[in-house]
């Protein structure tokens, strides 16, 4: 079997730039990118049309069963994967989701929506595809998470439903870490920060961030692969940031 990889959110964003790295690496023989709406995610079905070794799969993390069928479609076209990243997220949308400034500004529902798509998805992805990451060769999963998930680096507050549901990412993702090292223990499971990257989700809060630290996705992309190309199973349940150093919990 040749190496494959998957990247789960890939319509925009970092997940596309993640993509568009890994075709131009040439090291995976096969590459998915899940997105949840492939017809209208034109980027990616013109990357899918250059390139036949990328395959375009649905999948909303909030969908269970399109996370186990997506699971089966991979299974049966590559039978392993040598990477998953994690790429979907969500802090805002038009639908009223937003960084919360004060506890009046909480609503159950939104906390919802953010913990699904930030928490529970990358979970529920872990739980169907481990078993494509059980093989003999190096695999690694990866979240990305984002340092305001850290609860030891947390001293601005405000954010609550983003925070929180990247602090539950991250617990899920050192669980999984602790299981997987049982159950596949050339497995490498890891959450990542890219540091601040400027697209859709980072749009509105850019203002004060100096140029220099404003990433490009593609550079984002880079430096993420770079970070995970280097780790060994040792490094599994860490948080690392886009440089390779390590972020507190
Ligand atoms: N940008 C930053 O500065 C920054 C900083 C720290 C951490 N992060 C993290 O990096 C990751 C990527 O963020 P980004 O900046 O690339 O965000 P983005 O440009 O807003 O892209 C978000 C991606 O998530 C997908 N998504 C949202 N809800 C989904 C669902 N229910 N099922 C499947 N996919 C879904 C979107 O798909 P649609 O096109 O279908 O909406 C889109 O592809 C996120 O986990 C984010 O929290 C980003």
């Known amino acids: 079997m040749e190496p494959a990889a998957l990247v789960q959110g890939a319509s925009r964003g970092i997940g596309l730039a993640l993509v568009q790295e890994l075709l131009a690496a040439g090291a995976h023989a096969r590459i998915f990118a899940t997105c949840r709406n492939p017809e209208k995610a034109e980027q990616l079905r013109a990357l899918a049309d250059a390139h036949p070794r990328l395959a375009l799969v649905r999948l909303d993390v909030t969908r269970e069963e399109e996370i186990a069928e997506a699971a089966r479609i991979v299974r049966d076209e590559a039978g392993r994967l040598d990477l ?76 609550y439903g983003y925070r929180g549901a990247k602090a539950a ?54 430096q993420i692969l770079s970070v995970l190309d280097g780790l060994t199973p040792q490094a599994s349940g860490s948080f690392y940031a886009w440089d390779g150093s390590s972020i507190p919990w």
């Open 84 to 159: 998953l990243i994690n790429a979907a997220g969500l802090l805002h949308d038009a639908a009223g989701v937003g960084p919360e400034k004060r506890l009046e500004a909480i609503s159950g529902e939104i906390l919802q929506r953010v913990f699904e798509v930030n928490a529970f998805g990358p979970l529920l992805v872990t739980k169907h595809f481990y078993p494509l990451l059980k093989h003999e060769g190096r695999a690694v999963l990866a979240n990305i998470s984002a340092r305001v998930g850290s609860i030891g680096d947390n001293r601005l507050g405000g954010w």
């Open 169 to 222: 990412q991250n617990m899920f993702t050192r669980t999984a870490a602790i299981e997987l090292a049982r159950r596949a223990p050339n497995a490498v499971v890891v959450a990542i920060h890219p540091g601040t990257v400027d697209t859709d989700l980072s749009k509105p809060f850019q203002r004060s961030v100096r140029p220099e630290k404003l990433f490009d996705p593609r550079l984002a992309a880079r």
